[in-house]
Nanobody
Framework: VQLQASGGGLVQAGGSLRLSCVAS????????VGWFRQAPGKEREGVLC????????YCADSVKGRFTISRDNDKNTVYLQIDSLKPEDTAVYYC????????????????WGQGTLVTVSS
């Protein structure tokens, strides 16, 4: 079981990025996949956005309206669209998966990708 995140990069404030999380070894349609981030010098945050095995979605209040999660079952990929980027969004973004329903507990996500760096310049 592997998850691979990609799509990060350097972007100016106000710009957009779409991060991708490709799953291998399991179908993203039967797993809950969440996105997390860790800013430089800070601890990893809780769930930013997640899409459950049954298709429900969640985004934290702190990012709601700017972050959107979606899934392409044919490509076994979960996306995180980030709009109106802010310098404080600078972080390594991780996707992670867990078998079964959605949870907000970071510790319950068993499978983690390697992260992709998003840098937002002011």
């Amino acid at each position: 079981v592997q998850l691979q995140a990609s799509g990060g990069g350097l972007v100016q404030a106000g710009g957009s990025l779409r991060l991708s999380c490709v799953a291998s070894g399991f179908r993203s349609s039967v797993y809950t996949v969440g996105w997390f981030r860790q800013a430089p010098g800070k601890e990893r945050e809780g769930v930013l956005c997640a899409r459950s095995n049954v298709g429900s979605t969640y985004c934290a209040d702190s990012v709601k309206g700017r972050f959107t999660i979606s899934r392409d079952n044919d490509k076994n990929t979960v996306y995180l669209q980030i709009d109106s980027l802010k310098p404080e969004d600078t972080a390594v973004y991780y996707c992670a998966g867990r078998l079964g329903s959605m949870t907000y507990d970071v510790r319950s996500y068993r499978y983690w990708g390697q992260g992709t760096l998003v840098t937002v310049s002011s």
